[in-house]
């Protein structure tokens, strides 16, 4: 395992092609919950988590699923697994870490149906990663949800307080802020490492 | 049985993208041509509409408890199969919607029409809804997408309008989504104030 090929996997997924603002996987959830800072990083810490765990999960899955010659039933055996998994985390979090658990409160189940899980599973796949750069990708394209979510949830807040078209209040003016923020992570594009 | 209001709702007052505000990954993802978003308003209409027939009839044997679970693996069925189906007769379609294909699984607008419309239903409501929602979220797309190819590359799906080098290309890249959709929706919240304050 060569290091440098995982550090371009995290570095990949948390700057060039961040899940939110290039890839645009787990809008909702980043539209949804990014009107409050606390809340924000809730959610991002509950994504790095059910998709590293998710990514660590499905890689067996899959190799199964080949083996079998079942290939086409991918998508439904994978979000079979998500959901039970997220599941089993909200049970074993209850039990265990109740703080945690009242933190992530109901984003916890949200989680379910946040196409960034389903999405670095299938991407996974789609890349022919192999079970370590599976979890890094998993765990890393969660950072970069984190990343975009706090920064976000910081413009937000201050947005309460400006003073927008009446037409663009509320959902568009955060629209076309997060438009902007994409223009600045594809500055990011042109960023090769050397070797 | 009102297939006209069901008709308005979905195009229009209860427009699943610009109204509800509903499955925006796919909306800002693939509108980049309008042969892409076609390929997903259809797919997504078809999938809508049989998974909220399918719904509908189980809708009595579902347990309570289980039943995001349950319609989430109804879903994944029906999108497994226009996957395939895809795949086989349209394969460049398949080839640039990529991995939104089997992410409509977890579109949240079919989700929410399965518990908010299709599970408290008989079928051919449910039919017709799941129909009209599709069009309204079709709607959107062909609006988005022509806005995005015609000003981004120049063309209009596939037919040149004017050379690509007067097209502003940052409208086909990600901050376009944002930036279109976001201009689209505060156009509908301008005409819902304008409409409201006329009454």
Redesign the interface.
């Known amino acids: 395992m060569e290091w440098t090929t995982l550090f371009d996997i995290a570095l990949g997924a948390i700057l060039i092609n961040n899940f939110i603002?290039?890839?645009?996987?787990?809008?909702?959830p980043f539209?949804g919950v990014s009107k409050k800072m606390d809340t924000a990083v809730g959610m991002g810490f509950a994504v790095i988590f059910v998709m590293g765990l998710a990514s660590a999960l499905c890689y067996p899955v899959n190799l199964l699923l080949n083996n079998l010659g079942l290939k086409?039933?991918?998508?439904?055996a994978f979000?079979?697994v998500i959901?039970a998994l997220v599941q089993f985390v909200e049970m074993f979090l209850k039990k265990a870490i109740p703080t945690l658990y009242q933190a992530l409160g109901v984003y916890l189940p949200l989680i379910?149906?946040?196409?960034a899980v389903?999405?670095v599973v299938?991407?996974n796949v789609?890349n022919g990663y192999n079970f370590i750069e599976s979890v890094v990708y998993g765990i890393t394209g969660g950072a970069g949800f984190l990343l975009a979510i706090v920064l976000f949830a910081s413009i937000r807040e201050r947005l309460e307080f400006a003073d927008p078209?009446?037409?663009?209040?509320?959902?568009?003016?955060?629209?076309?802020t997060?438009?902007?923020m994409?223009?600045c992570f594809?500055g990011f594009q042109g960023l090769k490492i050397p070797w | 049985m009102n297939i006209g209001k069901q008709l308005k709702e979905g195009l229009v007052t209860q427009n699943p993208v610009l109204v509800q505000?509903?499955g925006?990954?796919?909306t800002?993802?693939i509108t980049t041509t309008i042969s892409n978003g076609i390929g997903m308003g259809v797919s997504v209409t078809i999938i809508l509409t049989l998974s909220n027939i399918f719904i509908s009839l189980l809708r009595k044997f579902i347990p309570e408890q289980v039943r995001?679970?349950c319609y989430?693996?109804v879903i994944?069925?029906f999108?497994?199969m226009v996957?395939?189906l895809l795949q086989a007769f349209f394969p460049d379609i398949a080839e640039s919607l990529?991995?939104f294909i089997?992410?409509i699984?977890?579109?949240?607008i079919i989700?929410a029409r399965a518990e908010s419309f299709a599970s408290k239903s008989k079928p051919l409501p449910a039919a017709i809804d799941g129909i009209c929602q599709g069009l309204g979220y079709t709607m959107v797309l062909l609006v988005m997408s022509a806005i995005r190819e015609l000003l981004g590359a120049g063309t209009f799906n596939g037919a040149r309008v004017f050379p690509a080098e007067y097209a502003a290309n940052?409208l086909a890249?990600?901050?376009?989504?944002?930036?279109t959709?976001?201009?689209l929706?505060?156009?509908m919240?301008?005409i819902q104030?304008k409409v409201k304050g006329g009454k």
């Open positions: 603002l290039a890839q645009f996987l787990g809008i909702c539209m086409y039933m991918q998508t439904v979000i079979l959901a379910t149906t946040n196409c389903l999405g299938l991407l789609q078209p009446k037409a663009f209040k509320g959902f568009p003016i955060a629209l076309v997060a438009g902007l994409a223009l594809m | 505000l509903l925006m990954c796919s800002l993802a995001i679970a989430i693996v994944a069925g999108v497994t996957d395939l990529g991995v089997p992410l699984v977890v579109n949240c989700l940052m890249l990600p901050v376009g989504g944002f930036l959709l976001g201009c929706i505060a156009l919240q301008y104030r």
